[in-house]
């Protein structure tokens, strides 16, 4: 399995911005949609945004829809969720995760699809 590591989650005023990066590992990145998905506390994980193998689509939650931008560098085994205009309601662990199927985009707002998860990174907004 790939192994994924999140990084660039911390603290951000309301309004602020911040950019998480997913890594990873193998040589069949490129072949699978990737997803960002967030868990508060006591909440299930929430779907956020999620991208093509060739990046050509991006998928968004009605949420975070025109604030996240989620890209990849297939060259670097990498994906991105830039976020802008942070509210205190997107405080999180975020988690990258990459779909279960090759090329494929089968439900992919659904957690159960995603076969491979980072460790999270934390992301906090004061209000």
């Known amino acids: 399995q790939v192994q994924l590591v999140e990084s660039g989650g911390g603290l951000v005023q309301a309004g602020g911005s911040l950019r998480l990066s997913c890594a990873a590992s193998g040589r069949t990145f490129s072949r699978y949609a990737m997803g960002w998905f967030r868990q508060a506390p006591g909440k299930e994980h929430e779907f956020v945004a999620a991208?093509?193998?060739?990046?050509?689509?991006?998928y968004y939650a009605d949420s975070v829809k025109g604030r996240f931008t989620i890209s990849r560098d297939n060259a670097k085994n990498m994906v991105y969720l830039q976020m802008n205009s942070l509210k205190p309601e997107d405080a999180a662990v975020y988690y990258c995760a990459r779909h279960r199927l090759p090329s494929s985009i089968i439900r992919v707002i659904i957690p159960d699809e995603y076969d491979s998860w980072g460790q999270g990174t934390q992301v906090t907004v004061s209000s």
């Open positions: 991208i093509t193998w060739s990046g050509g689509s991006t």
